[in-house]
């Protein structure tokens, strides 16, 4: 059910762009405002955060984020990415989540 | 309160009686000094006319008509412009002047007569001899008299009037206000074991009417609240009492007989006993909560976590098959543990009832999240769906309560929906059993 388990005992504080999320005190901040998030939306984007600029399928995630033996409508990904999307659509995005046609999404920071 | 309402009535009747004593004092006062005016007008003008005659007798050189007919209530005199009675009535023969007024002037005066007022005209007269005033005075006696009989009049009507008008106002008011002292009669009466009775109801439809319906309303509430929190815990008490009876045979056949039943056995007994406690308990707690109506919080909740979990607890609970494939995205507003309660509910129920399968949806339509429970069992006959809702009903009495259902699941997800704005209904499965839908406003974003 939860996001998994991080490796190291202490889990680091991971950033892309200027998104910085705590996986201790599960914490995402966007830029400097923290960032609203549910308990999905936060798994998700912790999965995104530790394979930035990789390309991950919609089956990787449900796998990951959900559950190996997942049994629901797999097209929850797309709803769960789209509002991901919409809470970090800012003024000078600090990362975004790319689609890739036939293939899944990927984190990617944003330079300007 | 019969103080109370006495003290209406009293205020009342005295203001009444106020209002009315002031309007017809005023109207007295001002009739007499209306009837005053025009009588002195009258005497007045009658006595001048006099005068003029007199005038008129002494400046064409004839003896001068002084002679009055009522004798103490006219009187004439001549005199000089220095004021020497030089002819007077009879009356006042030898007389000094009454006045001494000018030409073509009138006062009251007191003459020799008596007592009363008189009012006095003076006019000019020219003769032979040089200018004599010519006086003529007449009694104001009818005027007094008149006021006299006016002031009579309103010393003996105006009490009585005012005693008409108070006891006239002291019944009106108490006949209006009698339905208001039984309704507090019956009210006073009714304690909280009566609550069937009713205030007596006026056939007005007007104020203390109104009143009574209200109040009658409100006892029908009052009752019906009296009354389902009374089967609520008869309901409770009688639920908790066989766990506990339970629980006390077991340990009384484990003393009597140390050798039927081990320590292990009884412990399990006892918790098993204890865990249908507690989740009543927890129920009730629940329940007792959702009765107050407090709002619940708004925080947002992913319902499709809610099912996973759900299908999760009832794989690893039960050996039904659980599908949860029709389970989509969905978010609402709300309190996250009521809300997993609703689920645990549903999927408990339909475990209970499904012969071998148990099917989870979720749906987001929009303005609405639509969650379906469904199962494969007998189904609830059409008859049913309302009653099933209420707190500890149970299909089969005896069957559910032995698959530890306390008769609240249905009644708690009930309450948690319609706590958040929602709706539920029962129909008929796919499946065949029954299908349970839960409809909750979507949170929008």
Known sequence: MSAPAVASPRPTVREVGGLRLDPATRRVWLRDEEMDLTRRE????????????????????????????????????????????????????????????????RLVAVRD | MIKRLA????????????????????????????????????????AGKQAADVVGQLESGRPPVLEVSGSD???????????????????????????????????????????????????????????????????????????KAITRLLIIGLPVMLAVVALATWFAVGRALAPVEAIRREVDEISAAQLHRRVP??????????????????????EGARNSQRRFVSDASHELRSPITSIRQHA???????????????????????????????????????????????????????????????????????DTSGVGAARVRGDADALRRVFRNLGENAARHASSRVD?????????????????????????????????????????RDDGGSGLGLSIVDEVVRAHGGSMSITRSPLGGARIEVRLPADEG
């Open chain 1, 42 to 105: 936060f798994a998700i984007l912790e999965y995104l955060l530790h394979h930035p600029d990789e390309v991950l399928s919609k089956r990787d995630i449900l796998d990951h984020v959900w559950n190996f033996d997942f049994e629901g409508d797999p097209n929850i990904v797309e709803v769960y990415v789209r509002r991901l999307r919409i809470k970090l659509q800012r003024p000078d995005d600090g990362a975004l989540i790319e689609t890739v046609r036939g293939a899944g999404y």
């Open chain 2, 7 to 46: 003290t209406i009535r009293a205020i009342t009747t005295a203001l009444a009686t106020i209002v009315v004593a002031l309007a017809l004092t005023v109207g007295a006062i001002a009739l007499v000094a209306a009837a005053q005016r025009t009588m002195v007008g009258e005497v007045t003008e009658a």
């Open chain 2, 73 to 147: 209530e006219q009187m004439v005199q001549v005199m000089t412009p220095a004021g020497a009675v030089v002819a007077s009535s009879s009356n006042v023969a030898g007389e000094p002047a009454v006045a001494r007024l000018a030409p073509g002037q009138s006062a009251r005066v007191i003459t020799p007569l008596d007592n009363d007022a008189f009012i006095a005209v003076a006019q000019s007269a020219q003769t032979a001899n040089g200018q004599r005033i010519v006086l003529v005075a007449r009694a104001l006696v009818d005027m007094i008299d008149t006021t």
């Open chain 2, 201 to 222: 109801q006026p056939k007005a439809d007007d104020e203390i009417g109104r009143l009574a319906a209200t109040m009658n309303l409100m006892l029908e509430r009052l």
């Open chain 2, 252 to 322: 009384e056949v484990t003393l009597a007989h140390p050798d039927r039943m081990t320590a292990q056995e009884l412990a399990d007994v006892v918790l098993a006993e204890q865990h249908r406690m507690q989740g009543l308990v927890e129920d009730l707690l629940l329940l007792a909560r959702a009765d107050e109506h407090v709002p619940p919080p708004r925080a947002p909740v992913d319902l499709d976590d809610l099912a996973f979990e759900e299908g999760h607890r009832l794989r690893s609970t039960t050996s039904k098959r659980v």
């Open chain 2, 360 to 400: 989870i949806a979720l749906a987001d339509l929009g303005d609405d999240v639509v969650l379906t429970v469904d199962d494969d069992g007998p189904g609830i006959p059409e008859s049913e769906r309302e009653r099933v809702l209420q707190r500890f009903v149970r299909l089969d009495e005896a069957r559910s």
